[in-house]
C-alpha cells in the first residue's frame, strides 16, 4: 500500500493568495500547476487550536479502527457523542477527515482518513 500524507503549514493569507494567482497564471498560459494539497493555517496558535490532543486521537482510531459512525467512535474513545461529533465536524472542515453519509436502518456518519502521515512544514 502507497503511504500517503497530508501536509500542514504555516501561510499568511497574502502567501496563500499569491500561489493562487501564480497557478491561475500557469493554468492562463496553457500551462499545469503543480498539483499539491495540504493545510495551512495563519500561525501555530491556529493550527494548536484544531489539532489538540483529543483530535489528534480521533485521527488514530479513525484511521486504525475505521468506525461504522460517530456514536461508535465515541464508544471507542470512551467520550461523550455530542463532542466528538462537534470535533469530526471541525476536522471535517479543516480536511483533516472525510465524512460519508449512509442511511441503512437509521442515518449514519461515517468518518473516514484517507492518508498515513500529516507531515509538517515550516519555511523559514
Not at 25 to 53: C, H, Q, W
Request: proline share 3%; aromatic share 6%; glycine share 4%.
Amino acid at each position: 500500500m502507497k503511504v500517503r500524507n497530508i501536509k500542514i503549514g504555516i501561510a499568511t493569507t497574502k502567501e496563500i493568495l499569491d500561489r493562487f494567482i501564480e497557478n491561475v497564471k500557469i493554468i492562463g498560459d496553457g500551462g499545469t500547476p503543480k498539483k499539491s494539497f495540504g493545510v495551512y493555517f495563519e500561525n501555530l496558535e491556529a493550527m494548536r487550536k484544531v489539532l489538540t490532543p483529543n483530535r489528534l486521537a480521533i485521527l488514530k482510531v479513525v484511521k486504525e479502527k475505521e468506525p461504522s459512525s460517530l456514536y461508535e467512535l465515541a464508544k471507542m474513545l470512551k467520550r461523550d457523542t455530542k463532542n466528538v461529533s462537534d470535533d469530526v465536524a471541525l476536522l471535517a472542515q479543516s480536511g483533516f477527515i472525510k465524512l460519508k453519509k449512509t442511511k441503512e436502518d437509521r442515518m449514519r456518519v461515517i468518518p473516514k482518513v484517507d492518508y498515513d502521515k500529516i507531515v509538517f512544514e515550516i519555511a523559514v
